[in-house]
């Protein structure tokens, strides 16, 4: 248990869903729909690691709540804006890039934004209009796939609303502006090869519910290192910080296990935390009902992914250590390294404690201390 998890990368769009299959989706659903689980003390694995809110966090509030109010007399997806207005996204902000200026807190959160809406749109059975049309899916995922890559190029000729104007695709303008201002060439094209990986899985992953089949673990682990989108807020931390990193540092070999393993750390703790909604909300798409299909008990999987969230940690650690001792004769590059993993470490976090406590995960807690005992 707790081994390491393989990291791969999707380079298209699927055109078609997969063959096919048997609907035992229904029957995975009536196999752990009431039962009793405790969730460990996510909490004190991370306990040693930095928090923080940022200072300006009540008028980040107001800038989400103003944003969300302008999707809102824009769409006709009231309910899906209503639900993101009560989810305290200037709260997730405010935690996860804490020291950001508070021109650069305003992009990643608009960012933050738009991936809670988007990913709705993929896979919400409440909320979503393509979840159940995999051609209107598709159309709608490759017009995102042509909106970010013309956001981010650079070519102020040109004309986004040629493209799309559904506000769930456009409200990524002011941060393929920003990004595409303040960054260099290396940092634009690291955001846009994680939000193609983002869609790209989000793609693979409405094939499998449209063709009624449940992925192994194996590959839903695979796409979930994407379909999170923890990558692509990664991506944002040396924009969001102020500091860049040389190619040599984002190529390290322990830097890449550092966004691994934190990736891990935060999309587990949100499947983890996640459950008891999605199994109310009829959907078992996620590592603990997967786990408990493998090992015969909702228990022994939600212990075995705390055990995942443990190894990485693990492995995080050492890989920080690693990168730290190989540049310690380069203060400032150093300094640089450690700024960006404290970025990480923030989001983890951060990720934690606002899931406890956003509407979003229907949990209303506030500590982990002795476990968290649910029903699904």
């Not at 709705?120 to 042509?146: G, P």
């Not at 769930?168 to 955001?191: H, M, T, W, Y």
């Not at 956003?358 to 699904?376: A, F, P, V």
Request: charged letters at 20%.
């Amino acid at each position: 248990m707790g081994a390491a998890l393989p990291e791969a990368k999707a380079t298209r769009l699927d055109s078609h869903p997969p063959p096919f299959s048997v609907n035992i989706r229904e029957q995975l659903l009536m196999s752990i729909r009431g039962s009793r689980v405790v969730i460990p003390d996510l909490q004190s694995m991370i306990s040693h690691w930095p928090q923080g809110t940022h200072p300006e966090v009540e008028r980040l509030d107001e800038y989400v709540q103003k944003t969300l109010t302008c999707l809102l007399s824009s769409s006709s997806g009231g309910a899906r804006f209503r639900k993101l207005k009560a989810s305290n996204i200037a709260l997730f902000g405010a935690t996860w890039w804490p020291y950001a200026s508070y021109e650069a807190l305003e992009i990643v959160t608009c960012l933050s934004i738009w991936l809670f809406a988007w990913d709705d749109e993929m896979d919400s059975l409440e909320l979503s209009t393509v979840i159940n049309d995999w051609d209107k899916a598709s159309i709608f995922r490759q017009k995102t796939v042509d909106y970010i890559r013309q956001s981010l190029s650079r070519d102020l000729e040109l004309e986004l609303s040629n493209i799309s104007t559904d506000p769930l695709i456009s409200l990524f303008k002011p941060v393929g502006e920003a990004i595409s201002k303040s960054c260099n060439d290396r940092q634009i094209s690291a955001l846009l090869d994680e939000l193609l990986f983002f869609v790209n899985m989000c793609g693979e992953e409405h094939g499998l519910q449209v063709a009624h089949c449940l992925p192994t673990v194996e590959e839903y682990v695979r796409r979930r290192l994407g379909s999170g989108a923890v990558r692509v807020c990664f991506a944002t931390i040396e924009y969001a910080y102020g500091i860049t990193l040389p190619q040599q540092i984002r190529d390290d070999e322990a830097m890449q296990r550092i966004w691994h393993e934190a990736n891990v750390i935060i999309y587990t703790t949100n499947d983890i935390l996640s459950v008891k909604k999605e199994v109310a909300q009829s959907q078992v798409d996620s590592l603990v009902p997967l786990l408990s299909l493998k090992l015969g008990s909702v228990q022994a999987a939600m212990n075995q992914a705390v055990d995942i969230v443990r190894s990485s940690i693990q492995r995080f650690n050492a890989a920080e250590s690693e990168i730290l001792d190989r540049y310690s004769t380069m203060p400032k590059v150093q300094e640089d390294i450690h700024k960006f993993i404290d970025g990480c470490k923030y989001a983890c976090t951060s990720n934690l404690s606002w899931s406890l406590v956003s509407s979003r995960y229907k949990l209303n807690c506030q500590s982990m201390k002795g476990g968290l005992h649910i029903t699904l």
